[in-house]
C-alpha cells in the first residue's frame, strides 16, 4: 500500500513538472539581447530536441518579406496558426480542468488508485494532444517553405543565437528558439 501511494505520489509530482515545462515552453523569452548574455552567460542548449528542425511560425511571418514568401504560404500559414491557436486553447482549459480533478483525487487521505491513474491518463492525453497539434503544425508550415527559405531560416536562427558555445553537448545551441514569442514545437 505504501508503495502505491508513493508511486502515486511520484506520478502525480512528475505530471505537475510535465506541466509546469509545458506552461512555461508557451512563455515568452526574454526580450533580444537581454537573454542570458545581460547576466554574462552563454545561452543554455535547447531543451527542444526538434528545435534546429522546425520553424516557429511567429518568426517565418517576422521574417516574410526576407523570405519572399507568396501570398499563397502567407495566407496557409496565419490559417493553419489560427486554427493551432484555436485548438490549444481548447486543449490548455481540458488540461486545466483534468489536473484539478487529478489534484482533488490526490487530496484525499485515501486515494482510489484507479481513479486516481485514470484521471492521470487524462492528464497525460491533453498533453499529447497539445504536443502532436503544435508538432503537426510545425511539419505542415515547414512543408510550404522551400528549399532556400528554409536555408534562410537556419541562418537567421543562427545569427540570433550569437557565437556557439563549445563545450560539453558537443558544437552549440543549434536549434534554441528564438526570444520571440511561443513557438511550436514545439518545433
Same mark, same amino acid.
Request: net charge positive; aromatic share 4%; glycine share 8%.
Given at each position: 500500500?505504501?508503495?502505491?501511494i508513493?508511486m502515486?505520489?511520484?506520478?502525480? !509530482? !512528475?505530471?505537475? /513538472?510535465?506541466?509546469?515545462? /509545458?506552461?512555461?515552453a @508557451?512563455?515568452p523569452?526574454?526580450?533580444?539581447?537581454? +537573454?542570458?548574455?545581460s547576466?554574462g *552567460?552563454?545561452?543554455?542548449p535547447?531543451?527542444d530536441?526538434l528545435?534546429?528542425?522546425?520553424? &516557429?511560425?511567429?518568426? =517565418?511571418?517576422?521574417?516574410?518579406? +526576407? /523570405?519572399?514568401?507568396?501570398?499563397? @504560404?502567407?495566407?496557409?500559414?496565419?490559417?493553419e =496558426?489560427?486554427?493551432?491557436t484555436?485548438?490549444?486553447n481548447?486543449l490548455?482549459?481540458?488540461l486545466q480542468?483534468?489536473? +484539478?480533478?487529478? *489534484?482533488e483525487?490526490m487530496?484525499a487521505?485515501?486515494?482510489?488508485e484507479?481513479?486516481?491513474? !485514470? @484521471?492521470?491518463d #487524462?492528464? /497525460?492525453d491533453a498533453?499529447? +494532444?497539445? #504536443?502532436?497539434?503544435? =508538432?503537426?503544425?510545425?511539419?505542415? =508550415?515547414k512543408n510550404?517553405?522551400?528549399a532556400?527559405?528554409?536555408t #534562410?531560416?537556419?541562418?537567421?536562427?543562427?545569427?540570433m543565437?550569437?557565437?556557439e558555445?563549445r563545450?560539453?553537448?558537443g &558544437?552549440?545551441?543549434?536549434?534554441?528558439?528564438?526570444?520571440?514569442?511561443?513557438?511550436?514545437?514545439?518545433?
Open positions: 500500500m505504501k508503495n502505491s508513493k502515486l505520489v511520484g506520478i502525480f !509530482a !512528475a505530471a505537475l /513538472l510535465l506541466s509546469g515545462v /509545458l506552461i512555461s @508557451q512563455q523569452g526574454p526580450p533580444p539581447g537581454q +537573454e542570458q548574455q547576466q *552567460h552563454p545561452p543554455h535547447p531543451m530536441p528545435g534546429d528542425a522546425m520553424f &516557429p511560425p511567429d518568426m =517565418i511571418m517576422q521574417h516574410a518579406r +526576407e /523570405l519572399d514568401l507568396t501570398q499563397e @504560404q502567407k495566407s496557409f500559414m496565419r490559417s =496558426i489560427q486554427k493551432t484555436t485548438r490549444f481548447e490548455q482549459w481540458q480542468d483534468a489536473m +484539478e480533478a487529478l *489534484h483525487i487530496k487521505n485515501s486515494v482510489n484507479q481513479q486516481a491513474l !485514470a @484521471q492521470l #487524462k492528464v /497525460l498533453e499529447r +494532444e497539445i #504536443k502532436h497539434l503544435h =508538432i503537426g503544425m510545425g511539419i505542415r =508550415i510550404q517553405l522551400t532556400e527559405q528554409q #534562410k531560416l537556419q541562418s537567421m536562427r543562427h545569427s543565437m550569437g557565437p558555445p563545450g560539453l553537448g &558544437p552549440g545551441p543549434g536549434g534554441q528558439r528564438p526570444p520571440d514569442g511561443p513557438s511550436q514545437p514545439a518545433n
